[in-house]
DNA sequence: AGCTACATGTAACGAGTTACATGATTAT
DNA sequence: ATAATCATGTAACTCGTTACATGTAGCT
């Protein structure tokens, strides 16, 4: 369901091809939803057939031809009526939890260096949200609403990132302290 | 795939019905995993066939009969395999951001309105969370190392509720700041 | 009389993943 | 040469959700 109404909003006035929404979901909206570039061939083409979105074909020269979308009346509705419903929050499934909660049946190190790997990655995460922030909204203040609502989502981002690393290097202590004498 | 995993690492030592199961993701593991029940009813048979758990069958007088599950020798080295590979942070498909980017389409009170739902249901979660840790973790130093791993999952589960708290407060600000003066 | 807890299951559907398939252009 | 980028699609499969089905015990 989410996904298609994720799509319209991405789209919003503007006119993308099914690869350039993929590239946007993959490089701008990674914090908030992922997409695979096949499910998003799957649902454009489910949603044209509802009526949300239309396309123009256009003929590249060395290029494949594309197929640009963009969202009608009936889609924008359809994403206004959407954005009214309660939501409620994603679901959890971290796999790296579950590891730490069975992790008394492996040795300290093998859950250590795992979380150390993530903690890697969040930092990296971390740094491009900071970058994007201090380039694309450099004056929240004055940003337009649309940039303003971009921005919060990259804040988003930027809050979950830096929990990550708070919560690795709390882990590890709490691993590495002693253990209860007795 | 990871399903079973936590179906395993939540056994542990124990023996559980596929009802106790779930009452254990919907009580206890919340913030790491979510299942329904017919999927822990699937998955329990999946992992019966595969020999990775056995069942003992129990009458209960005035009560269905139930069936007692626990890990076998095989399930548990499964898991231990598992816990040494790396894993890759779950995807994030959050419904609430995607309202946020494309609420310029709406009015602010909408947006705004529906944050501050969120935000109460993240106090409620963070409260619980609270009373679970003072309840159950009283004195953290002093835990067995199985009880730091539970600790370990719940500190996440106070961080991550608390990133939304403090999100919502900025995305209410930043929507509520003057329009830039243009 | 109706709700909650206990206890397990089937069936259909929707969403997400992985593999496969094609083919030109541009950069290293 | 070979990889990356552009551009779209089919097919099979797994995972997650929702609906339906059954039946007892205890509480209000």
Redesign the interface.
């Known amino acids: 369901m989410?996904l298609a109404?994720?799509i319209?909003?991405?789209l919003?006035n503007n006119a993308l091809s099914g690869y350039d929404l993929w590239k946007n979901f993959s490089e701008c909206s990674?914090?908030?939803?992922?997409a695979s570039q096949q499910q998003i061939y799957r649902e454009l083409t489910k949603l044209e057939k509802q009526g949300a979105i239309s396309f123009e074909m256009v003929a590249q020269a060395g290029r494949p031809d594309k197929k640009i979308y963009k969202m009608t009346n009936q889609g924008?509705v359809m994403?206004?009526d959407?954005?009214?419903e309660?939501?409620?929050?994603?679901?959890?499934?971290?796999?790296?939890?579950?590891?730490?909660?069975?992790?008394?049946?492996?040795p300290v190190t093998?859950?250590v260096k795992?979380i150390q790997?993530?903690q890697k990655?969040?930092q990296d995460n971390l740094a491009a949200y900071l970058t994007a922030a201090t380039e694309k909204f450099a004056n929240?203040?004055?940003?337009?609403?649309?940039k303003?609502?971009?921005?919060?989502?990259l804040?988003?981002g930027i809050?979950?990132e830096?929990?990550w690393i708070?919560?690795c290097d709390?882990?590890i202590a709490?691993?590495q302290?002693?253990?209860?004498a007795n």
Chains 1, 2 share one sequence.
């Open positions: 989410a109404h994720t319209l909003a991405t919003g990674t914090h908030y939803w992922q924008k994403l206004i959407w954005i009214a309660p939501s409620s929050p994603a679901a959890i499934r971290e796999e790296l939890l579950v590891k730490v909660l069975a992790s008394h049946l492996v093998t859950i795992e790997r993530r990655l969040h929240p203040a004055q940003l337009s609403l649309e303003k609502c971009m921005y919060i989502t804040r988003r809050r979950l830096n929990q708070e919560w709390e882990a709490i691993l302290s002693e253990p209860p």
